[in-house]
């Protein structure tokens, strides 16, 4: 209580400047009267009496100032001191500070702005209640090289009976027809088990969730709507709840609205604005059988308190005691697994390489220009290093002298960092512009508190690193010479001039690194960007339509392929005659390339006949069914046997086209060099399949249909006239309006049905450049931060070579005066930036190689470790160093030796 | 703010909250004179580093300060304890005898009174 009483009263004597040595004064010479009266009652002379009070009393300076500090905060006070001092100092020299400024705002600023979008990302934690308790399950195969083979509805069973965690779900993202109104609409929709939200640990904000104990088979009519298409649909009705809507001609009663601000989980954008959650429970129409997966996107919560890695552990156990119990499901060579992700690791997924590699990169820029900044504070040491030497020989200690300039030192980069958060708090929607859209949890990327933190603390720590060195070397100084040699300082800056070079090494060697990153980003990018397809993209417009998909097969007017073909058939050959388009096509959305995949884009056991039959884990295949001009439109080429054909109907056999990769891999021959798998019989189940035996009549050429970066993925194609399909892509190849086409589209396809929707008309060249999005982004990106790295290094090395030239000018000038050519002096200067440029170098291939052995994960067709990237950026370098010392080489070969001997 | 207590201040401090007890309302000289009698010259006391102290004790409310008029008739500043203050001298009076006993008791201990 005491102490606070007292630092209060100080800090309010501190700010309001109050001062009390008035008083003191007074009663210091009230006590010096009295004790003089002591000292004459004691018969001193009255000089004497005076003289011996003063000794008394003590030193009145000392006191005075021990006085004022009792007063006042002297840490404060110095504190201010300082400032104000140092705000002086930066605009005596506006040019030095805005350069620094600037510097330190740009490395600050980038730094943060790539903080912003990996706090978004990374560190948030999801928007539901304990997100940690939150993770994916996926189920293994490892033994067949099958990833997220999905679960059976015993598996899911066992799971929710385990123990390990409150609530199973899983959902299937898709989309729904909302019909019944005037216009069919197309909305983001899941199913999701009823135990999804209690999984999330969401409530309704009006109404309820399901009820996770539900076990009901099947649909239980029920959906939950989110607050945004409550608005836009039901004009936000307050009694909207128990009210009902038609989803497919199938009739479901809203049971709850979710609050406004729930964001459904899942990767994508479109998954996680989800507009519509129908409850599903495990379908009464399949046996509930072991070995029947139906269910892909698993996520659970954990009982409270249990690590994922425990849960792991007791996963491994359930694992292993099911496989006792059902050997004849989970044959040992399948190695059946389950596998625990934290779910906010799972949505992330792959982009966290991306994104730690552009911290990396950005945290380098920072550094480079930290590194600069406290190069040009360097350079200025020198310029005051008599105004240092005359204060220490006034008597400041150096402590003292330290603090104050690493005070300025920390205006300068507090300074820096509040402009470059300034300017990207100002540019922040500019900037989001140019972030992927397919970044997961974009839209919770923001400039928060957190992130203004964030950009505090970076620019302080940077200031304190980089402000102590020169603070250090700039308050060390002989007193004698520095003050004898009028500030020329040559011989108390070469612990200096050491610590410059070191430090411009330093910029040259983490531009290197960054360089050869952004020259291998490059290079992959290109390769994949160039890459041949093995289709033709170029103007070819896919269009999504998806047919209703009734809970009640006897309600669905599209239940076979001959019913589904008369739809498809009319509705191609309308679209056929809008004006420029050229070749229709269909195909489910499986097949749309380098699309991501839905419900139906998964693979599916491969029965093969005589080697599979018998085996209950047959190795899954990507399927995908199209229509028989899908080939001919996309340019997809033949290489055996036949294509589909218009007489294969739903009642001729059933017949497949496989590509290369798929013949490779699965009829490899007895001695390996392939036989013809053309003829060849197998069975791939479905929903819609008949039973019984397909034909494999045709064999296309690979293309890179399902990933850029891979040509070789198995791939086997039906025809949509044998079997139907739901979700589907139409095709136009022509010369069309990308803005008006889906409207046309659309009036056909709804002359056909006018309760089908048409949406999302995306040309083939876009999907492609948007799937090589974030690799676009992280490349830019690099390419972006290493020019910068680049030009702020130049910088520092021509500062550098500058200041060495007109360190030597006096040396340079004896020699020229003693007959030294111009070219030599040329020579000599250029030698000097060349020799740091190399060392620069040396240092920096070394961390390159580290880097991008690191990096090797996000590289494609281009080795980490390639040569000619190496050798060019290492020549951009040295080309980039000797031009940056050019110019002072050249200011130093026509120096004129007499003036310059006469003004030293 | 907390700061270390120096054997020498703290003791001072303690001086002066008892002298003020003694005398009640007392000015700067007078409580060094007063010190400067008591202690004999055992005490050789810079009477100025007096000052510095009472501002602390005054910051930290344990005497309170107005001018007033001095035996000649001068203005001088009058310092006097507070209700805080008195609390305060007790309790740091009862420290000190606790810790002079303590010490003194080592001191009689000879080495055949330990069993």
């Known amino acids: 209580m005491r102490f606070l009483r007292r630092f209060f009263i100080r800090l309010s004597n501190f700010t309001a400047r109050r001062r009390a040595d008035q008083r003191l004064q007074e009663e210091m010479a009230e006590h010096l009267a009295l004790q003089t009266e002591e000292n004459l009652r004691a018969s001193m002379s009255p000089a004497e009496a005076r003289r011996q009070a003063a000794l008394k009393l003590g030193a009145a300076a000392a006191i005075r100032e021990n006085y004022h500090a009792e007063q006042s905060l002297p840490f404060f006070e110095n504190l201010s001191q300082d400032l104000r001092y140092a705000a002086r100092m930066l605009l005596r020299s506006p040019g030095f500070s805005l350069i620094a400024v600037a510097t330190i705002a740009l490395g600050v600023g980038a730094t943060t702005a790539i ?69 069919p609409t197309h909305i983001a929709g899941a199913t999701v088990s009823p135990s999804y939200f209690a999984v999330l640990g969401v409530d309704a904000a009006l109404g309820r969730t399901f009820n996770p104990y539900d076990a009901s088979p099947g649909s239980n009519g029920e959906v939950i709507i989110s607050d945004g298409l409550w608005k836009r649909a039901f004009g936000a009705d307050p009694h909207i709840v128990e009210k009902s809507l038609r989803l497919d001609n ?143 020989a006034l008597g400041a200690a150096r402590m003292r002298l330290i603090r104050q300039l690493l005070t300025e030192s920390l205006l300068l980069f507090v300074l820096g960092g509040t402009t470059g958060f300034a300017v990207l708090f100002c540019a922040r929607k500019f900037l989001l512009q140019f972030i992927p859209e397919s970044l997961p949890r974009l839209n919770d990327i923001s400039i928060s508190w957190g992130v203004l933190a964030f950009a505090i603390v970076v620019s302080v720590a940077a200031g304190t690193i980089f402000g102590l060195a020169p603070a250090w070397l700039t308050s060390r100084l002989d007193l004698t010479t520095t003050l004898r040699q009028e500030g020329r300082g040559s011989n108390g800056s070469r612990k200096r001039s050491r610590l410059r070079h070191v430090l411009v090494i330093g910029e040259l060697a983490l531009s290197l690194v960054l360089m050869v990153a952004a020259g291998l980003l490059l290079r992959s990018f290109w390769d994949l960007f160039k890459v041949q397809l093995g289709f033709n993209p170029t103007r070819v417009m896919a269009i999504e339509t998806t ?76 399927t995908s069914i199209v229509s028989p001009e899908y080939f001919h439109l996309l340019g997809m080429t033949l290489l055996r046997g036949r294509l589909f054909a218009d007489q294969d109907l739903e009642d001729t056999p059933s017949i497949a086209v496989i590509n290369q990769a798929a013949a490779r891999t699965y009829w490899p021959g007895k001695d390996g060099k392939g036989e013809d798998p053309v003829g060849k019989r197998v069975i791939v189940r479905s929903r819609v399949a008949k039973p019984g035996w397909t034909t494999i009549v045709g064999v296309i050429a690979d293309a890179r249909t399902e990933s850029l970066a891979d040509a070789g993925i198995p791939q086997m194609y039906f025809d949509i006239y044998q079997r139907p399909a739901k979700f589907l892509a139409l095709y136009l190849r022509g010369q069309v309006d990308p803005a008006t086409i889906a409207a046309q589209v659309r009036t056909q396809v709804q002359a056909v049905d006018p309760e089908i929707p048409v949406f999302h008309a995306e040309t083939l060249g876009d999907v492609l450049s948007s799937s090589l999005s974030v690799r676009r982004f992280s490349m830019e990106m690099v390419a972006l931060f290493a020019a910068t790295a680049l030009l702020l290094a130049a910088l ?65 067709g281009v080795s980490p470790y390639d040569l000619s990237t190496f050798a060019g950026v290492t020549a951009v370098l040295t080309a980039v160093a000797i031009a940056s010392s050019y110019v002072p080489a050249l200011r130093a070969m026509r120096l004129d030796p007499i003036t310059t001997l006469h003004s030293e | 703010m907390k700061e270390k207590p120096d054997v020498l201040q703290g003791t001072l401090a303690l001086m002066v909250l008892k002298t003020l007890d003694v005398l009640g309302q007392q000015h700067g000289y007078g409580i060094a004179r007063r010190i400067e009698q008591i202690s004999g010259d055992i005490l050789a006391l810079n009477q100025g580093t007096l000052y510095p102290l009472l501002l602390k004790l005054e910051h930290e409310g344990s005497i309170v300060s107005e001018w007033g008029a001095s035996e000649n008739n001068r203005r001088a500043r009058f310092y006097r304890l507070t209700a805080t203050g008195r609390k305060q001298l007790q309790t740091e009076t009862r420290d000190w005898n606790q810790t002079a006993a303590i010490i003194a008791r080592f001191f009689e201990v000879k080495a055949e009174d330990l069993p």
Not at chain 1, 142 to 166: C, K, M, T, W, Y
Not at chain 1, 320 to 329: E, T, V
Not at chain 1, 564 to 593: C, H, N, Y
């Open chain 1, 547 to 622: 047919l209703p998909n009734p809970n009640d097969p006897k309600t669905d007017i599209y239940r076979t392929a001959t019913q589904e073909s008369v739809f498809l058939r009319e509705a191609l050959r309308r679209i056929r005659t809008l004006p420029g388009v050229e070749e229709t096509a269909v195909s489910d959305r499986a097949a749309l390339p380098l699309g991501h995949g839905q419900i139906d884009l998964r693979q599916r056991p491969l029965i093969r006949e005589g080697q599979d039959v018998q085996s209950s884990q047959p190795p899954l295949i990507d």
């Open chain 1, 115 to 183: 903080y912003s979008v990996i706090d978004a990302t990374l560190l948030h934690p999801l928007p539901y209640p304990r997100p940690s308790e939150l993770v994916r399950i996926e189920a293994n195969l490892p033994g067949v090289g099958a990833h997220d083979v999905g679960f059976s509805i015993p598996e899911l069973r066992d799971l929710q009976n385990a123990g390990i965690f409150q609530y199973v779900s899983f959902c299937f993202f898709g989309s729904e027809n909302v019909t019944g109104s005037a216009q």
């Open chain 1, 796 to 860: 520092g090395i021509y500062g550098t070579i500058s200041f060495l030239v007109n360190e030597q000018s006096r040396e340079i000038a004896i020699r020229l005066a003693l007959g030294a050519q111009r070219r030599d002096i040329l020579k000599m200067v250029l030698r000097q930036g060349l020799t740091l440029a190399g060392v620069g170098a040396g240092v920096g291939l070394v961390g390159a190689i580290i880097v991008s052995h690191l990096m090797a994960g996000l590289l494609y």
């Open chain 1, 250 to 392: 199938d009739l479901f009663q809203i049971v709850g609205v979710m609050p406004a601000s729930f964001r459904d989980q899942g990767q994508t954008r479109e998954q996680v604005g989800t507009e519509l959650w129908a409850a599903d429970g495990f379908s009464d129409r399949t046996p509930p059988m072991r070995g029947t997966r139906l269910v892909y996107e698993t996520i659970a919560r954990l009982q409270p308190g249990l690590s994922p890695e425990a849960a792991q552990g007791r996963l491994d156990a359930l694992v292993a005691s099911l496989k006792k119990q059902y050997p004849a499901d989970y044959p040992p060579q399948a190695e059946w697994t389950f596998h625990l992700t934290p779910l906010a690791e799972s949505l992330v997924g792959n982009v966290r390489q991306s994104l730690i590699l552009l911290f990396g990169a950005v945290g380098l820029v920072l550094l480079i220009s930290c590194v600069n900044v406290a190069n040009l504070l360097l350079a200025r040491a020198s310029a005051r290093g008599r105004e240092m030497a005359v204060r220490q």
